[in-house]
C-alpha cells in the first residue's frame, strides 16, 4: 500500500519524455497508491507506454486546456492527497522521502512544492532557472502579506479537500501560479522545499522556443509577483503561443 498519494499527469504526445517519468516513479512503487493519467488526444506511442505501467490508470479528455485535464484527474483520484507532476520531470526516490517527513512533522500543510534542477539546457538557460528558484525560495519565507508562494505544474502536492475547497485550478494560462496565490490568499499553510537533489525537469521549451521568446512567453507569470499588475493582454498573446510551446509534438 501507498501513502494515500494519487499521482496526476496531464500527457499529449510525450513518447520521448514519459518513459522517464514513468522509470523513475516505478522505483518509488510503494510511496503512492494510484497514477492517474489525462491524456489529451496523443498521436504517438504515450497511451500505449501509460497502459503498461503499473497502478496507472489512463483516461483520454480533449475538452480544454492542461488545467482543465488535471481538473479532470482530481475528480478520479482516490487519496488524500493529489500530486500533480508533469510529464517531462524527474522524481527521484528521495523526493518521497522528504514529502513523507514533511506530511509527518506538519500535519496542517495543505500545498507542498518544490523547486526543481533542470535536465539538459545551455549554461544560460541554468544560471536563470538557478535564479529564479532562489528568487521563488526567498519569497516564500517572506513575513505576512510579503510572502509569494510560486507554485509550478512540474510538482504540486495537495490536500484533495483543501483543492476542492479552493474551487480547483483555473483553467487559464498561469492556472498553477494562481493556485499558489489563492491558497495564500485563504490562509491556508504552504511550503516550498529546496528540490534541486530531488526533482529534475526538461527545458524543452527553452530549446524549442529560444531563450528571448521562451522568456517573453512567460512574462505573464509576473502576476504571481505582483499582486495588482495586469496582465489581462499579455496572457492572451501566451494563450495563443502554448498551442505551440505547450503541445509540443
Not at 494515500?4 to 520521448?16: C, D, G, K, R, V
Not at 518513459?19 to 492517474?36: A, G, Q, V
Not at 500535519?107 to 535564479?131: F, H, M, S, Y
Request: hydrophobic share 35%; net charge positive; proline share 4%.
Amino acid at each position: 500500500m501507498g501513502n494515500n498519494i494519487s499521482i496526476i499527469i496531464p500527457t499529449l504526445n510525450e513518447e520521448e519524455y514519459f518513459p522517464r517519468l514513468l522509470d523513475s516513479l516505478r522505483s518509488c512503487i510503494d510511496f503512492y497508491d494510484e497514477i492517474i493519467i489525462v491524456d489529451g488526444g496523443s498521436k504517438d506511442k504515450t497511451l500505449e507506454i501509460a497502459s503498461k505501467f503499473p497502478k496507472a490508470k489512463t483516461f483520454v479528455y480533449k475538452e480544454g486546456h492542461e488545467y482543465g485535464a488535471r481538473n479532470f484527474g482530481s475528480l478520479k483520484a482516490k487519496g488524500k492527497y493529489l500530486l500533480f507532476l508533469d510529464a517531462d520531470v524527474i522524481v527521484q526516490p528521495s523526493c518521497f522521502d522528504l514529502i513523507m517527513r514533511e506530511l509527518k512533522e506538519n500535519p496542517d500543510l495543505a500545498c507542498l512544492c518544490l523547486t526543481e534542477n533542470p535536465i539538459e539546457g545551455k549554461l544560460l538557460v541554468r544560471i536563470e532557472w538557478g535564479l529564479y528558484n532562489l528568487l521563488r525560495l526567498l519569497l516564500s519565507k517572506l513575513p505576512g502579506k510579503l510572502k509569494r508562494f510560486l507554485s509550478s505544474g512540474d510538482f504540486i502536492l495537495i490536500r484533495k479537500d483543501v483543492f476542492e475547497r479552493i474551487g480547483r485550478f483555473k483553467v487559464e494560462i498561469n492556472g498553477d501560479g494562481l493556485l499558489g496565490k489563492t491558497l495564500l490568499q485563504k490562509g491556508f499553510k504552504c511550503k516550498l522545499l529546496d528540490g534541486h537533489r530531488h526533482l529534475q525537469v526538461s527545458c524543452r521549451r527553452s530549446l524549442y522556443c529560444g531563450f528571448q521568446e521562451y522568456n517573453k512567453h512567460y512574462l505573464y507569470t509576473l502576476e504571481n509577483y505582483l499582486p495588482k499588475i495586469n496582465m489581462k493582454n499579455i496572457k492572451r498573446i501566451s494563450w495563443k503561443k502554448a498551442i505551440s510551446i505547450h503541445k509540443l509534438p
